[in-house]
């Protein structure tokens, strides 16, 4: 009989989870590393929103200071 190869991948039998395991499951807490890759990601948006809106500020403040007075 020959033996397995090294790339080859063998399963375990193991029974499907149940409903009450898959429920307790999504409900654990998130991990720590997502948790700071979140808040990272949620800063960073947060700068760019920031930026965006500083910049499109400027467009009528651009007109009200370029733009003559119409009277």
């Known amino acids: ?3 397995p190869s090294p790339t080859s991948v063998q ?5 499907p989870p149940t409903l009450g395991t898959r ?3 999504l409900w ?16 960073l948006i ?3 929103r920031m930026g965006l809106t500083g ?3 400027l467009i009528p403040l651009t007109s009200l200071l ?3 007075r119409a009277e």
């Not at 399963?11 to 029974?15: G, L, N, R, T």
């Not at 654990?28 to 800063?43: H, R």
């Open 1 to 3: 009989m020959a033996s």
């Open 11 to 15: 399963y375990v039998d193991e029974p």
């Open 23 to 25: 429920w307790r499951r």
């Open 55 to 57: 910049v499109l500020l």
């Open 66 to 68: 370029v733009a003559p």
């Open 28 to 43: 654990e807490p998130p991990e720590q590393f997502l948790l700071d890759a979140g808040k990272e990601g949620e800063l």
């Open 46 to 48: 947060g700068r760019v």
